[in-house]
């Protein structure tokens, strides 16, 4: 299986605990009540894809404009030895909507990350080497009308 050797993972890790305090920013920024966390390495063959439709979205642009810019911001990283790593948070709704159509095993997974979620607890993914790493982190959020996280319909399932 591909992505599961354990340098795999290994290196995945390093990618989250290298990114953790920016991607923790980003989410605690985010506009939308329960952000999903993205740690991508867009060198990898789904991470270049989740990375496209990401910044697409969250850019407003064209599919062949987030193409553009990310295959200028490889080359650029790649000429400095460096790989070019995306972190964003976004919505729920574009995890379970973008993630299938990337990995069979994408809907079990949001799935029961989602009921492993425990109040004030949020999902992380990061994608590279061939696979994915699914981790949580907790970060200090506003939570609508000074509601507990775990009362919010869908939150902390």
Known sequence: MRGTRPADLLDRRHMLNVNLETLQRAMTEAVCDEPVGFVIDATD??????????????????????????????????????????????????????????????????????ARLRAGQYLIIVVGCGGNTYAFTEINRPVPDGQHRASIPGGGR
């Open 45 to 114: 063959r789904c991470g270049l894809l989740l990375a496209t439709h990401l910044l697409a979205a969250k850019d407003d642009i064209s599919i062949g404009e987030a193409k553009g810019f990310l295959s200028r911001l490889t080359k650029e990283y790649r000429e400095q030895g460096q790989y070019p790593t995306l972190v964003f948070a976004a919505d729920w709704q574009f995890a379970e909507t973008t993630l299938p159509k990337l990995s069979p095993t994408a809907t079990a997974n949001l799935k029961a990350a989602r």
